[in-house]
């Protein structure tokens, strides 16, 4: 997992609980207390799950939980500073949510050993979307998280259900 999601993560974790509940999740996890991630860097994919893991035990909260905090802190704090182009000209959750395939192609294009999630779109009906995520990772609360970080950012009233099959299914207000 690129070092970007981890660094996220811990900004997220000292800003809105504390530098201490960060040395103490690293620590929970065997990281140094003190280390920065890169964005680019490589972490490996087990230390990524411990160090989510180890954020839940610390805060004592459910994966659910942190999932929701992550995709908050993700669509609406983090990616708009360093990711803003992709903010751009985008004025809603649909037109936002449907580009998230080629988002991710082309952020993690020049990243050494990036594995991206990729997404395929299928319509229940005009405002009913279904996001089939596909990735080596099981990270469907998470992505339901950023789901709803998106509707957040966009003032939009999204109905977003986990369905089985790494689905999700997003209905849009009318
Ligand atoms: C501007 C918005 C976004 C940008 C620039 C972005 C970029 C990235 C990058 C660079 C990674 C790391 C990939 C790797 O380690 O190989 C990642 C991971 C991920 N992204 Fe996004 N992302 C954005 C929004 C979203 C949204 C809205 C969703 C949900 C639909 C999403 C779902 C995920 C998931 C679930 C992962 C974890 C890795 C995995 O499951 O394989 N992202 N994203």
């Given amino acids: 997992m690129k ?3 981890m660094a996220c993560l811990s900004q997220l ?10 040395y103490e ?9 003190r280390k920065k991630f890169m964005a680019t860097e490589d972490i490996p994919e087990e230390q990524a799950m411990r160090m989510l893991k180890s954020t839940c035990d610390v805060l ?8 929701e905090a992550f995709g908050d802190y993700w669509v609406n704090v983090y990616a708009p500073k360093i990711y803003g182009v992709y903010y751009k000209n985008v004025s809603n959750a649909r037109d936002f949510l449907l580009r ?4 991710h192609v082309k952020t993690t294009k020049n990243m050494e050993n990036a594995m991206p999630p990729r997404f395929s779109y299928a319509w229940e009906d005009d405002d009913t979307l279904v996001m089939t995520y596909k990735s080596s990772r099981d990270l469907i609360d998470i992505c339901v998280g ?6 957040k950012h966009y003032q939009e009233d999204l109905l977003v259900t986990k369905l089985p099959g790494n689905r999700i299914r997003v209905k849009f207000a009318t």
């Fill in 3 to 5: 070092g970007v999601i």
């Fill in 13 to 22: 974790v000292s800003e809105r609980f504390g530098q201490g509940k960060l």
């Fill in 25 to 33: 999740i690293m620590e929970a996890c065997g990281l140094d207390p």
């Fill in 60 to 67: 004592q909260i459910n994966m659910e939980q942190a999932a």
């Fill in 100 to 103: 998230m395939d080629e988002v």
């Fill in 146 to 151: 950023l789901v709803k970080g998106v509707g």
